[in-house]
């Protein structure tokens, strides 16, 4: 049989092997040989891979032009499957010997550009290892641009896609740039230097559980194992990138973060520590990313540095009891080896730094993080916290690199000591939203649908920013575009929605009867929510078979979808359950308080007193009254709160605010009584203005001059968020009516564009115009428009480093020119460019009241620069301007002096760092000459010389007004610094 019918009668079989993996990792080594081979053409290759289409597809794509290609090509591409495919993908597909041979290619061809097609395989592999290094001289060399450079590093490619993205880069570029990139890796080789990880002669036992352990991790990781667990979605269909941020600023990196730098090299503080911390709230995404992190390393996809991968889940470590080595923990937990287990372990132990950790859910252990107990040797059995804990700080297994997951309020100062880097998670974009969507619809009409429906309801959008949320929006598609009482509006309203979807898409009667879907799963809530309120109340978030029949948890519940089989380990073999997210547990046991008969009246008092409570150690307790009696004896109390313990109740307490809401009385009524409802609404009520309360009572007096400012103290968000999930204007305008400041800091308080909704929700009925500082958060452009409804009562927002673009300052101006109050803006550290200064411009022409505008650190040039000028030239009020950071050089320098030589309000000045020479410092000494309000200039970390500086010197002559002009770090020589301060000690060298 020749070639060309081996294809043919094969094909089901060939496809199966390319794809199943659902990486395109094969498909691709595939086309290089071919492209190496002469066989395909560039347009071939563009035909076949086109951007977003599914893997099958191209696939196919491939198979029917080999074989119309003919028989010389399909030996060809059969012989290139034979080199790529492992050998159990293989298996099965007959090569019978016809396949043409794959001929060497002589290096020396007529162009380098050739060199690049004919070696393409080679050149993936040696490139794969240092992409970032060839792109920083293809930049130095300048035949790439900063752009170029982040068009191949885009964090969706694997390395070895990146490595194919930079070679057909290279050669767009031309003969040049090809010869730079050649010899780049020529002399990588001569040098001795490896390109990749130099390759360890491993033993074959090694070899052997290697591909053991990659096996298993790729069948665990293969399909959504989080909140999507049940559908079965597959993780390469579904799986969409969250944003990740450094919690150390770094201004170097000018890329979005990939998941691949989580473990490089970038935004490291600690060299001799090897955890990573990946933190974020509930339902930013965490699990789903290290189940993506597992997936790309057992297909070979990515992290190829590391020989080995250990995958535990913290939940899963707790139920844990009996102690444990760290050997055992390894291969009791992840994979057991066939044989030559000792000699396996040794290898790891000798080869630290090819192993890599990680540990899903620090925050669910009971214990708190410790490192007072100290264990150094891998073989003692100590409990699994213990090792746990050692592992973090390098006691055990130093060398090793761990990854960690955890909710922010778990990272103490102890923990933080033994970090490399700390990595936030913060959800979904906008553009990752609609990603999300889209893949979750295989209709694109359905998608379409969807996401005009958010556009529609900006509240819901925010609220998509959590990929949770997100994928329960997307679920439950056909409630949300049916919705004939309103798009949902709050966190709660999207959990009912699925509570209503899992219901009534499992009830052989579809009930559409008004609110009667819950009266008729009323005992199904109840049983459901036992169960979640004692797993809450104990920190316990996997359940045996006997704690689901002790809370009434029948075959029929379990089958409604809302608990799983747990996959943690178990050692009884014996079957665990947890629900589909921790959030819907919150969610269950919200609805046993409303629901239940059998809860004490303080009970709603102690969940929303639990912040003192946890002071005193005492958070456990508050749920013990609303169990009976029968059960207390059995129910845990630990005597040191964890660190899930305290978040996990405040989601709770959240959803009894929004269900005992006055929109869902209706529905609950049928299953408790009207006047037990309003009893436990009107004891939040009281709950939340009490809590305010005392955070209003903590502001300090002001010191004499200066305004009265709070800086929110912990839970105060939460708070608010409790406060908008009931909207009710009432509550929140009573609660706001206490509150007497000029001025409300909440930096670094995790907000994004949920609570974004919730602040603008509360802050709206101040009594009186606030200053709203949000600096070092994660708002965004989403976060920005759901503020706009209490911009009217701000004079003041600081937005400083907040992902924030053009886009959303563009919904931000067009309503702040119509507030008032509006007067000062800061937004340092965002992603801005040219195009936001045509807005702010607009509002200078348009508020002649408005004071300050700080812009530093973004990406505005000369442009910029002058289109902002047209607006400063007609404002009256600015006194503060703020460009530090950016790169207006002289043309923007001289457009802004003339724009602003005649001002009579302007004080304040920074255009540091912005490539301002001596030219610019000439245009800007016309400010000095003229303008008699300007107190400060600031010009440090420029480029201006003697010329410059004369130009100043002369000016300051003419104005005793000017208190400095700063000037560190320009071109002047020691001498000259010496001679200007002298002549002029107004000026700050």
């Given amino acids: 049989m020749c070639a060309q019918e081996l294809v043919l009668k094969q094909r089901t079989q060939i496809l199966h092997a390319l794809c199943s993996s659902g990486s395109a990792e094969h498909l691709e080594q595939v086309l290089d040989i071919l492209f190496a081979q002469g066989e395909l053409i560039w347009e071939d290759y563009q035909n076949i891979q086109v951007p977003g289409r599914a893997l099958y597809t191209n696939a196919r794509q491939l198979l029917d032009l080999v074989y119309t290609k003919g028989v ?45 097609l004919t070696q393409r395989p080679i050149l993936v592999s040696k490139l794969q290892g240092c992409i970032e290094d060839a792109l920083k001289t293809l930049v130095v060399s300048g035949h790439f641009t900063s752009a170029d450079s982040h068009e191949v590093l885009v964090p969706l490619y694997t390395p070895s896609q990146q490595a ?23 002399q990588k080789q001569d040098s001795g230097l490896p390109l990749n990880q130099e390759k360890l002669s491993l033993p074959k036992e090694f070899i052997r559980y290697q591909k053991k352990l990659s096996s298993s991790l790729s069948a665990q990781s293969c399909f959504l194992s989080t909140y999507g667990g049940t559908s079965h979605m597959s993780l390469d269909d579904i799986y969409t990138e969250g944003q990740l941020e450094l919690a150390h600023h770094c201004v170097d990196v000018q890329r979005p973060l990939g998941l691949e730098d989580i473990v490089g090299a970038v935004g490291t503080v600690n060299e001799e520590a090897d955890t990573v911390l990946v933190s974020g709230e509930a339902g930013s995404g965490k699990s789903t990313l290290l189940q993506r992190l597992h997936l790309l390393w057992a297909r070979g996809a990515a992290f190829q540095d590391f020989l080995l991968l250990f995958p535990f889940s913290c939940r899963g470590l707790y139920s844990q009891q009996r102690e444990l080595s760290v050997q055992e923990l390894l291969f009791q937990h992840c994979c057991w080896p066939d044989r030559e287990q000792e000699e396996i372990f040794q290898f790891i132990q000798d080869h630290p730094h090819l192993i890599l950790f990680t540990f899903d859910g620090l925050d669910e252990l009971q214990q708190s993080f410790s490192d007072e107990h100290r264990l150094c040797c891998p073989t003692q059995r100590a409990p699994v916290h213990i090792l746990l804990f050692n592992l973090i700080q390098g006691s055990l297994m130093k060398g090793v690199r761990k990854v960690v997951t955890s909710r922010p309020e778990a990272v103490g100062p102890v923990l933080k000591k033994h970090l ?28 379409a649908k969807v996401l005009e429906s958010l556009q529609t309801n900006t509240a819901l959008l925010g609220l998509c920013h959590s990929p949770v949320l997100c994928w329960i929006v997307s679920q439950c598609h056909k409630e949300l575009l049916g919705c004939g009482e309103g798009s949902p509006q709050t966190i709660t309203d999207v959990y009912l929605m699925i509570l209503q979807h899992f219901l009534q898409h499992q009830s052989s009667t579809k009930n559409t009867d008004g609110f009667k879907w819950l009266q008729e799963h009323k005992d199904t809530v109840l049983h459901l929510g036992q169960l979640a309120f004692k797993g809450i109340g104990t920190s316990c978030y996997v359940f045996s078979g006997t704690e689901l029949e002790t809370c009434g948890v029948s075959e029929k519940d379990v089958s409604l979808g809302f608990l799983i089989q747990s996959r943690d380990m178990s050692f009884d073999n014996s079957k665990r359950y947890e629900f589909l997210h921790v959030t819907l547990q919150c969610f269950f046991a919200a609805l046993y308080i409303v629901v239940s008969n059998n809860t004490d009246r303080s009970t709603i008092q102690k969940l929303f007193e639990l912040r003192y409570m946890r002071e005193a150690g005492q958070s456990s307790v508050c749920f013990m009254a609303c169990l009976p009696s029968s059960e207390k004896q059995e129910f845990v109390l630990g005597g040191e709160t964890t660190a899930a313990e305290t978040p996990n109740l405040q989601i709770t307490a959240t959803f009894v605010s929004g269900l005992l809401s006055q929109r869902h009385r209706s529905l609950f009524i049928p299953c408790c009584p009207s006047t037990a409802m309003e009893k436990r609404s009107r004891q939040v009520c009281r709950c939340l203005s009490k809590g305010m309360q005392k955070h209003f009572k903590s502001i300090p007096q002001p010191v004499e001059g200066e305004k009265k400012s709070m800086h929110a103290m912990p839970g105060f968000v939460w708070l608010i968020k409790c406060i908008h999930e009931m909207q009710e204007s009432q509550i929140a305008k009573g609660v706001m009516s206490k509150l007497e400041v000029d001025h409300l800091k909440l930096t670094y308080c995790n907000i994004g564009p949920i609570e974004c909704t919730a602040l603008a929700y509360v802050l709206q009925h101040l009594k009186n ?157 016309n400010i000095i000459k003229n303008c008699t309000s300007l107190e400060e200039l600031w010009l440090t970390e420029n480029c201006i010389t003697r010329r410059g500086v004369e130009c100043l010197v002369e000016a300051l002559a003419q104005n005793t007004h000017v208190k400095s002009v700063w000037l560190k770090n320009n071109d002047l020589s020691l001498e000259e610094v010496e001679e200007m301060t002298q002549r002029e000690p107004r000026l700050v060298f």
Avoid: M
Avoid at 86 to 106: A, Q
Avoid at 423 to 433: A, D, E, H, N
Avoid at 913 to 925: I, K
């Fill in 769 to 925: 115009p606030v200053g709203l500082q949000l600096d070092n958060n994660s708002v965004g452009d989403v976060g920005v428009e759901q503020l706009l409804p209490c911009l009217h009562i701000c004079y003041s927002l600081y937005l400083r480093n907040n992902n924030i673009t053009d886009e959303g300052i563009c919904k931000l101006i067009a309503k702040g020119v119509k507030c008032g109050n509006f007067q000062k803006i800061a937004l340092f550290n965002n992603k801005l460019t040219d195009a936001c200064t045509l807005h702010f411009s607009h509002l200078l022409k348009t508020k002649q009241d408005f004071l300050s505008l700080r812009l530093g650190n973004n990406n505005i040039t000369a442009k910029g620069a002058k289109q902002l000028a047209e607006g400063l030239k007609v404002n009256h009020s600015l006194q503060f301007l703020g460009l530090w950071g950016n790169k207006i050089g002289d043309a923007g320098a001289e457009a802004l002096a003339s724009a602003l030589e005649n001002s009579k309000t302007l004080v304040w000045l920074s255009l540091v760092g912005n490539g301002v020479g001596s030219t610019g410092a000439c245009a800007l000494a």
């Fill in 72 to 116: 010389h090509t399909c030996g060809i591409f059969l012989a290139a499957l034979e080199q790529v495919l492992p050998e159990e993908r293989g298996d099965g597909i007959s090569f019978s010997g016809c396949c043409s041979e794959l001929k060497e290619k002589d290096e020396n061809q007529n162009t380098s550009a050739q060199t690049l």
């Fill in 164 to 186: 194919r993205r930079l070679l057909d880069h290279v050669r767009s570029k031309g003969e040049s740039a090809v010869n730079v990139l050649l010899q780049y890796i020529q």
């Fill in 420 to 447: 490399r880097k700390e990595v936030f998670l913060k959800g979904f974009s906008p553009s990752g939203i609609d990603c999300f969507v889209r893949k979750h619809h295989s209709d694109p009409s359905v998608a």
